[in-house]
């Protein structure tokens, strides 16, 4: 089927869509994510409002079918195993929302496992069979390739890996509604984890670090950029938030390396970019942790990996023979059957 891609990536801060022609990123939209979300609604007619837009604004071109990445677990129908409290519902909600908006097939799935399909097929992780592509943004998620397939776990919820479980102490205090807890070397953070401990992601991912720059509450990628700035290597604070980023890191890499035995590790997203600095660190810090480090990369798409994923998978959608090797982490190429 000719006509593009509608590729939608659907993150807890930023939210981006683009129009993909041919394997090639076109005209795009990207706002926060919060704008697109209605109460009780959640960010489907949004999407939908921003999606129509963009495909105006290139001359009414013809949408052939769609693809999402969602910040959210996800399972094999497409459907949401838990809801975000940023304007994700769970359930089948945005596949049926967009789909009936655009009536074209609409494929869904988590944008960690859209940027290991995008690097797999074309980028960084090629070489790799066994291979985890880390996304760095707001939170922090992982798409594992193991064994040259897509690895999605019983349910759809694999590779969560920013909430692996951190030790930590509750001081006393609260944020809001969350108490703070103490997690030593990873810092001070609100947690919403099981008492005594804090989910990785609330303490390293680039909301807590940007939160923890700005002494409190933010809004995000600006600061983010602010810990990793070569002139903020002076200030001592900011040179704490890197080195508790750098262990964090580390920790999530060396866990995912004993459990599974990975080749390599990809680093991707805004965050992952704008760190790409402190890639032999960590490599160094993770090698120190255990005993076979794998080989630790920086993606080669950058943050549009999630969007040209979205296309793959999408494009796989429109042959049914070929879906089951999109989420095994295949084109419907790689199988020998159409691209559309």
């Not at 041919?22 to 706002?31: D, N, Q, T, Y």
């Not at 988590?110 to 066994?130: K, P, S």
């Not at 349910?155 to 997690?183: F, I, M, N, Q």
């Amino acid at each position: 089927m000719r006509g593009d891609t509608l590729a939608i990536d659907v993150g807890a801060t930023r939210t981006r869509i683009a129009l993909v022609h041919g394997g090639l990123i076109g005209r795009r939209w990207e706002g926060p994510t919060a704008e697109l979300a209605a109460p009780h609604r959640g960010v489907g007619d949004g999407l939908v409002h921003a999606a129509r837009s963009l495909a105006q604004e290139a001359g009414g071109t013809s949408v052939a079918r769609v693809g999402v990445g969602l910040a959210a677990a996800v399972d094999a129908s497409g459907s949401v195993l838990q809801p975000r409290d940023f304007g994700i519902p769970a359930g089948p909600v945005l596949r049926e929302v967009i789909g009936e908006a655009f009536g074209v097939p609409v494929a869904v799935d988590n944008d960690a496992n859209l940027a290991a399909i995008a690097e797999q097929q074309l980028g960084a992780a090629r070489e790799y069979t066994n291979v985890a592509v880390m996304t760095l943004g707001t939170n922090i998620g992982v798409g594992l390739i193991l064994e040259g397939r897509l690895h999605r776990g019983a349910h759809g919820a694999a590779g969560e890996a920013g909430l692996l479980l951190v030790p930590a102490v509750a001081t006393g205090e609260r944020s809001g509604e969350l108490p703070v807890v103490d997690a030593g070397a990873l810092g001070r953070a609100a947690s919403a984890a099981p008492a005594g401990y804090a989910w990785i992601e609330e303490l390293v991912g680039g909301g807590a670090l940007a939160a923890a720059a700005d002494g409190g509450a933010t809004e995000g990628r600006a600061s983010d950029r602010r810990v990793f700035a070569a002139h903020a290597r002076a200030d001592p604070a900011i040179q704490q938030l890197v080195d508790r980023a750098l262990e964090g890191w580390a920790l999530i890499v060396a866990d995912l390396s004993v459990v599974l035995d990975l080749e390599a590790v990809v680093l991707t997203g805004g965050v992952a970019e704008d760190a790409a600095h402190l890639l032999d660190p960590l490599q160094r810090r993770v090698a120190e942790l255990v005993a076979i480090a794998p080989e630790i990369r920086l993606g080669s798409l950058g943050p549009d990996s999630e969007l040209l994923g979205a296309d793959i998978l999408a494009r796989a959608a429109i042959d049914p023979s070929a879906a089951q090797d999109a989420r095994a982490g295949l084109s419907a190429h790689s199988a020998g059957g159409p691209l559309g």
